[in-house]
């Protein structure tokens, strides 16, 4: 994605935070300017047109913001790039910590209406409903491995032909990039006035191991845009 184009799209996606307060604007802002995956979501067009997003952990609803903005500027005939956006996605998502997810309605309902449901709750026990993908951005390895395994199986369970599961995990297999990654996590928690939870991690091959055993095609792609980190990205598709 060319820079003119991502400062575009990086205004469009953040304005509607605005009006939530300094913090949850430049929160906002500088997660979707510093942060690959937002725009690699559009780059490797993950996710399908007309889609029904479950997004797991949504925080303020960061993943809506970005793709509907994208997709409001190419209506709009300004969109530069050869990958187009997907069209007419819709959103629901559900978060942990209540005030985040009450943020992003604030925020995107507004402007997209009821493309954008998001909730508190937590994500173990969330309905899946009708859904063609599911999206876990940095919060997986939040809960045991057990109740990973519990929760991609409902995923998975929930996917029809051609539905896709995206997340971003770290690599634990990575060394000290891994650590550093760890270390990083944990700042950014305690700055959101989270509490500084344990985590269970893996290494990348057997992240991949667990998703195709259920029967998950599955692509990988380092998401550290030559920072120190290990995080990686992670397509699963069902097959047609």
């Not at 399908?48 to 925080?59: E, F, I, K, Q, S």
């Not at 700055?191 to 344990?198: N, T, Y």
């Amino acid at each position: 994605m060319q820079d003119q184009l991502k400062k575009r799209l990086l205004d469009a996606a953040s304005d509607p935070y605005r009006g939530s307060g300094v913090f949850n604007y430049r929160w906002a802002r500088g997660k979707l300017a510093g942060d690959p995956i937002f725009a690699a979501l559009i780059d490797e067009a993950v996710f399908p047109d007309n889609a029904r997003v479950l997004d797991l952990g949504c925080g303020r609803g960061l993943l809506a913001a970005w793709l509907l903005a994208a997709e409001r500027l190419a209506a709009r005939g300004l969109w530069s790039a050869s990958t187009v956006p997907p069209k007419g996605l819709r959103f629901r998502g559900v978060e942990l910590m209540a005030r985040e997810a009450d943020c992003g309605n604030r925020a995107l309902q507004p402007l997209h209406g009821d493309r954008v449901q998001l909730q508190g709750g937590d994500m173990r026990a969330a309905e899946m409903g009708d859904v063609d993908a599911v999206a876990i951005l940095d919060v997986l390895h939040y809960i045991p491995h057990v109740e990973q395994e519990r929760l991609l199986d409902r995923i998975r369970g929930a996917l029809g032909s051609g539905g896709v599961f995206v997340t971003r995990v770290g690599d634990a297999g990575s060394g000290w990039r891994f650590a550093f990654s760890q270390f990083v996590d944990r700042c950014i928690s305690f700055a959101q006035g989270h509490r500084i939870a344990p985590t269970w991690c893996r290494p990348l091959a057997d992240w991949v191991s667990v998703l195709e055993s259920r029967g998950f095609s599955v692509q990988t792609r380092a998401m550290s845009a030559g920072t120190p980190f290990a995080n990686v990205m992670v397509v699963a598709r069902v097959g047609k």
